[in-house]
C-alpha cells in the first residue's frame, strides 16, 4: 500500500528527481576529467532501470572514456528493435577506439536508420569546484609517486571540497588512511517540504488564478548539510536472509530478483528539465534529435523499477515487514510507523523564497504548447567559490498564463515537464511575500518538486555512504565488516558488476574460494568483458586448481585487451599451474611492461622466482613495494626468502609488516608463529598459533604448526585433539597421520599408533625409513618434516 503521506503526483515526480540528479553528477566528472567517479555513478544510475537508454548511453560513454571500450560496446549494442540511434552513434565511437572502422562506418550508417533518440532537451550539468579536481588529481599523482602522506592530505582536501568525487575516496583508502564515514560523508538530516500557512483558507481551484509567482520549497542544495532544509531520511537496514551475499545457499541470479531479467516497459520516453545548464548528450544531440513518437500523442511512464523506488507501485505485507533496503520498500519503514513527515514552522503567514517582479521565466511546458522553436537560454552566472557553497535554493517565478495553462494540462502529458531546482542553487529570495491566502496549485506542485529533489539528494548521498562503508571496510581487510555493508546496499545495486566483484575479493580474502568464484562468476555474466578484477579471478582459479577454466579465462582476457595486465596477469597463473615457471615468470614480465604500476605483476614474479634464485626473488618483491607500500603479499614474499636464507628477524620483521596491513590472515600470523618457532620461542609461536586457528578454524596448515609445538610442549592430548581435526578434515595427508601415530605411541596407545604407522605406509611408502626411525625409538623429538600444503 502507498505512503498516505506520498501523493501520486510527488511519487511521479521523485522517479523523475533521481535519474537528473545521477546525470547531473555523472556530466560534471566526466567535464572533470574524473572518469573513475563517472563510471561509479553512471553504474549506479544504470542499475536503477538497465533498459532506460539515457542510463545505458551515459554508462557507455563513461566506460569509453575510462579506457573500456569492449565494455562500452556490449552496453550499446542491441538489437535493431531496441537500439536507436545514440546507440548507433556511441558503438561508432567505440569501434573507432578499437580499430574497428569498417564497423563504425555501419555503426554511423545504422544511426542514420535507426529510431531517433529523444534525448532531454537540457543536460544537468553539476559545477565542480576547480580546487577539488586539483587536488584529487594531485592525490592521484602523489599515489602514484608512491607519496602516501601527501596522497592522502590532497584526497582529504578534495573530500572537504566537493564529497562527491568517489575517486578521491578510492585512493584515501588505498594509501592506507581510513576516515570514519561520519567525518568524510557525515549524516545529513531529513530535508523538510514547505507546508502552506495555518491561515490559508481559499482551494486550489479558486485561487490557482490569482498567484503571480511560486514559493520554492525548502529544498537542501546537492550534498548540502544544511539541518533546515531536510526531511526525513530513508532508513537502511539489512536484507532478508533470502537476499544476503554472504548466506552459503544464495545465489547470484535469483530468478525474481535478477537484473539480467528483461523487463517489460511502458515506453522509452525520456525525462527533460529546463532550468539546469544546456549541454548536449553528443554531436547528434545538438540537433535535438525527434523522439521515436510525436511528443504530442506519447504519454510519459514510469518504469517498473522506478516504481518500485518511489513506491508506485502496491506492496504486500511481507515486503513491508522486511527491514532490508530495497528500492520497492523505500518508504516502507516511515509507513510502517504511522509518522507524518515534518513541516516547517512557519506561522507568519508569509512563504519564503519568493520572488515577486517582472522577470518571470517562461516554463518549458509553456514553450512547448505554444510550438515556438526558438530555444530560450538560461544565462546562469556563478558566484564566487565561497558564496556558492554557501547558496541552498533556486528562486523560481511563474506568469499568470503559465499557472493557468499548466491547471489544463494533464500531470501525465508529456508537454508538462517539471522544472527541479538547479544543481548550483542560488540564494533565496527576500522580496515581497507572498499573501497568505495564496497557496496555489502551482505553489504546491512547486513544493512538491523541490521535496522530491531533496529526497533525491538524500538518496544518493545515502547510497555513497554505504559504498564507501563497505570500500573502506574492504581496503582495511575487515572482510566480515565489507560484506554486511554490500548487504545492506539495495538490491538492484547489488546485481551490479561492481558489487559482485567487490564480494568475490572479500570471499577470496577470506580463504572463502568457493563463494568467491561463485561471486566473480556472476560479475563476468553481469559484465562478460570485465577486465577490473580478473587477475585476482585467475589467481583464484589457480588456488582452486581449475586448469581449464583458467585457461579459457585467459584466452577470453588476452581476445578482449591484448595490452591489459589483467590478461598476462591470467596467461602466467595458468602456465604456473602447469608447472612452467619461464614461461610464466615471461608473462608476470610482460604484464610489468604493460603497466608498470602494477604491484601484483612483480609479486607474482617473485614467488615464480623464488624456488631457483632467492635474490632475483627480493628484488621483484622490492618492485612491488616501491608501487605499492600496502601490498601485503610482497611483504609476504620477502618474509618468505628471508626464512629461506635463515635470516628469522628479518623474516620476522616483514611477516609482521604484511599482517599488519591484512590482521585477519591466519596463514600471515601463522608465519610469524613460524618465524618466533625458528628463533626459540615457542610460547610465543604458540600464542600467534592460536590466535590464527581461531581467525580461521578450517585452515590445515595453521592448526597442524600449532599441533606440533603442542607436542614439542608435551601437551599431547591437545596435539592429538588437533590432529584428529586434520585426518577428518584431510585425510589424503600422510604427515598428519604419521604426526598422530606418534602422538598416540608418546601417549602409550601403541594399538593406535600401529594402526596410524600402517596407514601412513599405505598412503605413502617413501615413509617407510621415518617409520622404521620411529618405532626404534621413544624419545619425543621434534621432526622436521612439514605438511603438503597442496
Known amino acids: 500500500m502507498q505512503p498516505s503521506h506520498i501523493s501520486n503526483d510527488q511519487a511521479l515526480t521523485l522517479a523523475q528527481c533521481i535519474p537528473l540528479r545521477f546525470q547531473a553528477i555523472i556530466w560534471s566528472c566526466l567535464e572533470s576529467d574524473l572518469v573513475k567517479s563517472a563510471v561509479f555513478y553512471a553504474e549506479r544510475y544504470y542499475a536503477l532501470d538497465n533498459q532506460d537508454h539515457d542510463a545505458r548511453h551515459l554508462y557507455a560513454t ?124 557525515p549524516p545529513r538530516p531529513p530535508p523538510v517540504k514547505q507546508a502552506p500557512p495555518d491561515d490559508w483558507q481559499g482551494s486550489f481551484a479558486s485561487s490557482s488564478r490569482t498567484a503571480a509567482s511560486g514559493p520554492v520549497a525548502t529544498g537542501a542544495g546537492f550534498f548540502t548539510p544544511e539541518t533546515a532544509t531536510m526531511f526525513r531520511s530513508f532508513r537502511m537496514g539489512p536484507p532478508a536472509p533470502r537476499d544476503s551475499l554472504t548466506t552459503n545457499d544464495s545465489s547470484f541470479h535469483t530468478a525474481e530478483n535478477s537484473m539480467m531479467q528483461a523487463q517489460a516497459r511502458a515506453s522509452r520516453g525520456q525525462i527533460t528539465s529546463s532550468t539546469l545548464i544546456p549541454r548536449p548528450l553528443s554531436s547528434a544531440d545538438e540537433s535535438g534529435p525527434a523522439s521515436k513518437k510525436p511528443r504530442s500523442v506519447s504519454r510519459h511512464h514510469i518504469p517498473e523499477k522506478m516504481k518500485a523506488l518511489t513506491g508506485v507501485e502496491t506492496r504486500s505485507k511481507k515486503a513491508r515487514a522486511r527491514p532490508a533496503l530495497i528500492i520497492s520498500n523505500f518508504f516502507s519503514s516511515s509507513s510502517a510507523r504511522g509518522s507524518q513527515p515534518t513541516t516547517t514552522s512557519s506561522r507568519t503567514g508569509k512563504a519564503e523564497g519568493v520572488q515577486t517582479g517582472g522577470t518571470t521565466a517562461a516554463r518549458r511546458s509553456t514553450r512547448l504548447l505554444s510550438g515556438g522553436g526558438t530555444k530560450q537560454t538560461h544565462v546562469v552566472k556563478h558566484p564566487p567559490q565561497r558564496e556558492r557553497r554557501r547558496q541552498h535554493t533556486h528562486t523560481r517565478s511563474r506568469s499568470n498564463e503559465s499557472d493557468m495553462e499548466e491547471e489544463t494540462t494533464p500531470f501525465g502529458d508529456p508537454a508538462y515537464s517539471p522544472s527541479p531546482s538547479s544543481i548550483a542553487h542560488s540564494p533565496r529570495s527576500e522580496g515581497s511575500p507572498v499573501p497568505s491566502n495564496t497557496w496555489t496549485a502551482a505553489h504546491e506542485q512547486a513544493a512538491n518538486e523541490s521535496y522530491a529533489m531533496a529526497q533525491a539528494d538524500q538518496y544518493i548521498y545515502d547510497l555513497m555512504r554505504l559504498f564507501a562503508s563497505a570500500l573502506r571496510a574492504l581496503a582495511m581487510y575487515d572482510c566480515s565488516t565489507c560484506l554486511e555493508e554490500l548487504n545492506k546496499i539495495p538490491e538492484l545495486h547489488q546485481r551490479s558488476a561492481w ?88 608473462c608476470f614480465r610482460r604484464a610489468a611492461q ?111 604448526r600449532r599441533a606440533k609445538i603442542l607436542i614439542a610442549m608435551r601437551n599431547y592430548r591437545a596435539a592429538a585433539e588437533d590432529l584428529e581435526h586434520l585426518r577428518d578434515s584431510s585425510p589424503e595427508e600422510s604427515n598428519v597421520v604419521f604426526q598422530l601415530a606418534r602422538v598416540y605411541r608418546l601417549m602409550g596407545n601403541e594399538t593406535k599408533s600401529a594402526q596410524m604407522l600402517a596407514i601412513a605406509r599405505d598412503m605413502s611408502p617413501k615413509s617407510l625409513n621415518k617409520i622404521k626411525k620411529l618405532l626404534e625409538t621413544t624419545k619425543d623429538e621434534m621432526d622436521d618434516d612439514e605438511m603438503d600444503e597442496g
Request: proline share 4%; charged share 25%; aromatic share 10%.
Open 499 to 586: 558489487v559482485m566483484a567487490m564480494a568475490g575479493r572479500a570471499h577470496y580474502e577470506m580463504v572463502d574460494y568457493i563463494k568467491a568464484d561463485r561471486a566473480f562468476t556472476a560479475a563476468r555474466n553481469l559484465d562478460p568483458f570485465r577486465l577490473w578484477d580478473m587477475e585476482v579471478f585467475s589467481t583464484l582459479l589457480w588456488h582452486l586448481q581449475r586448469n581449464v577454466q583458467l585457461s579459457f579465462l585467459a584466452q577470453e582476457l588476452l581476445s578482449i585487451d591484448p595490452r591489459s595486465p589483467q590478461a598476462w596477469i591470467a596467461v602466467g597463473n595458468c602456465f604456473s599451474l602447469q608447472k612452467e615457471r619461464s614461461q610464466a615468470l615471461t
Open 62 to 185: 563513461a566506460l569509453l572514456r575510462c579506457g573500456q571500450p569492449h565494455s562500452a560496446t556490449a552496453l550499446v549494442d542491441l538489437p535493431a528493435d531496441s537500439r536507436c540511434g545514440g546507440c548507433s552513434e556511441i558503438k561508432a565511437k567505440c569501434c573507432t577506439a578499437l580499430g574497428r572502422h569498417r564497423q563504425a562506418r555501419d555503426a554511423l550508417e545504422d544511426s542514420l536508420t535507426d529510431t531517433p533518440y529523444a534525448a532531454s532537451a537540457t543536460k544537468q550539468v553539476r559545477v565542480i569546484p576547480d580546487d577539488a579536481v586539483l587536488h584529487c588529481r594531485a592525490g592521484s599523482s602523489a599515489l602514484k609517486a608512491n607519496l602516501p602522506d601527501k596522497a592522502a592530505r590532497s584526497f582529504r582536501d578534495a573530500l572537504s571540497l566537493e564529497p562527491i568525487l568517489w575517486e578521491a575516496f578510492e585512493g584515501l583508502c588505498a594509501v592506507g588512511s581510513f576516515p570514519e564515514i561520519d567525518e568524510v560523508f
Open 594 to 704: 604493460l603497466d608498470p604500476m602494477c604491484a601484483y605483476a612483480y609479486t607474482l614474479s617473485g614467488h615464480e622466482s623464488i624456488d631457483d634464485d632467492l635474490d632475483k626473488a627480493v628484488a621483484f618483491f622490492q618492485s612491488a613495494l616501491r608501487v605499492d607500500a600496502r601490498h601485503y603479499n610482497a611483504w609476504y614474499g620477502l618474509g618468505t626468502c628471508y626464512l629461506r636464507m635463515s635470516k628469522f628477524r628479518l623474516a620476522e620483521y616483514h611477516y609482521r609488516k604484511a599482517a599488519e596491513i591484512h590482521p585477519n590472515n591466519a596463514v600471515l600470523l601463522g608465519c610469524v608463529g613460524m618465524a618466533l618457532e625458528r628463533r626459540g620461542d615457542s610460547n610465543g609461536a604458540f600464542a600467534l598459533y592460536d590466535e590464527a586457528v581461531r581467525l580461521s578454524p578450517d585452515n590445515a596448515l595453521v592448526r597442524y
